[in-house]
């Protein structure tokens, strides 16, 4: 019998919002996924930083059918414990108070916005301002959009959102000089590491005046942890690294390892900002979601991959800087934990097909930034395998 033809990925009939590779996985076990042709791929994207615990882990597997099996969703007309319980664990790793629960990342970055906006309101000020940041991004809703710092992500959707300051990152000088003497500013909003901007940290010392300035001004600090946060760059959350607490965090993608589930976490001073009827939505929250969240979380206690992901994110930048550092073409290797960007000097789109070809995930974020955030569980031999997969491809790529 002759072997059946291979199945080409097309989707006629699916809205064309991405520019997909011809590529349709099918299944997946710890940090390996196999498409529906069968072949094999290590997994270095995560599905964007979201598959926490790799692919198919059996402790979530069976508390998900378990869940399943009892209730999926049933609404916010009434009490779901499983909230309770999540918005516990965070509470507890973030050093926060209160939690509202969502469905998606910019739906979080949504309910910041809210949030800061009617902190302003509630003390008299009529047009809240929220100072951003250039290259951030917060998501494709007109809000979200609004506040992402990246022409292309708003262009055709004007007129923005107003309400927003733009700043560079890690230049304190340049946030008081943006909002000297401005009574409407109300919050700063940032990503520790900015993610779809090409993996851009905040310095420690730029994270404590920041927090100083909120304090002193009485703005709110809210930080965007949607990519960077959950235990990516081995503490709970990345601004930890700097020992400050923010007052708002929002949340989602490694959250729930897969399942769909945004968070926004408050501290004391935006926990009381909301009342019944200010915000809600049908799936946030549910028991599926929260199910998933709470497992997540156990799963990673459980197996230690804050200190996983701290330890072989260091092998892995390291293995990089050493093969790559200084290399003409190579601008930085950066980052921090599993979250690793290579930026080369020239746009490389191209590498994402190429690693695909050579059984490899990854991502190029910000034209010209190699993406590395793989699953939390990945081992030090498959950061190896990273690594020795994508060595060839930069290197035949920079001799072009
Ligand atoms: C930092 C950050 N915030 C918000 C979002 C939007 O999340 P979502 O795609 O779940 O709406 C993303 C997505 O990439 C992100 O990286």
Known sequence: MSAAAPIVASSPHVMNTYGRLPIALSHGRGCRVWDVN???????LAGI???????????LVTALQDQVAKLIHCCNYYHVPGQEELARLLVER???????FCSSGLEANEAALKLARKYGHDKGIERPEIVVYEKAFHGRSIATLSAT????????????????????VNDIASLKQATEGNPNVVAVFFETIQGEGGINPMRAQYLKD????????DWLLMIDEVQCGMGRTGKWFAHQWAGIVP???????????????GAVVAGPKAANIFQPGNHGTTFGGNPLAMRAGVETIRIMEEDGLLENAANVGAHLKGRLERALGGKPGVKEV?????MIGVELDKPCGVLTQRAADAGLLLSV????????????????????????????????????
């Open 94 to 100: 973030s050093g926060m108070s209160n939690v509202f």
């Open 247 to 261: 007052d708002v965090m929002p949340l989602a993608k490694g959250l729930g390892s897969g399942v769909p589930v």
């Open 38 to 44: 069968g072949k094999e791929y290590l997994d270095a």
């Open 149 to 168: 710092g990246n022409p292309k992500v708003q262009a055709g959707f004007g007129p923005l959102v107003e309400g927003f300051i733009r700043v560079p």
């Open 49 to 59: 930083a979201v598959n926490t615990l790799g692919h198919a882990h059996p402790k």
């Open 334 to 338: 950066r980052g921090q934990g599993l």
């Open 210 to 217: 920041v927090r100083a300035l909120c304090d002193e001004r």
């Open 365 to 400: 974020t910000a034209d010209s930034v190699i993406r590395l955030v793989p699953p939390l569980i990945m081992n030090m031999d498959e950061a190896d395998e990273v690594v020795e997969r994508l060595l060839p491809l930069v290197e035949a790529f920079l001799a072009e």
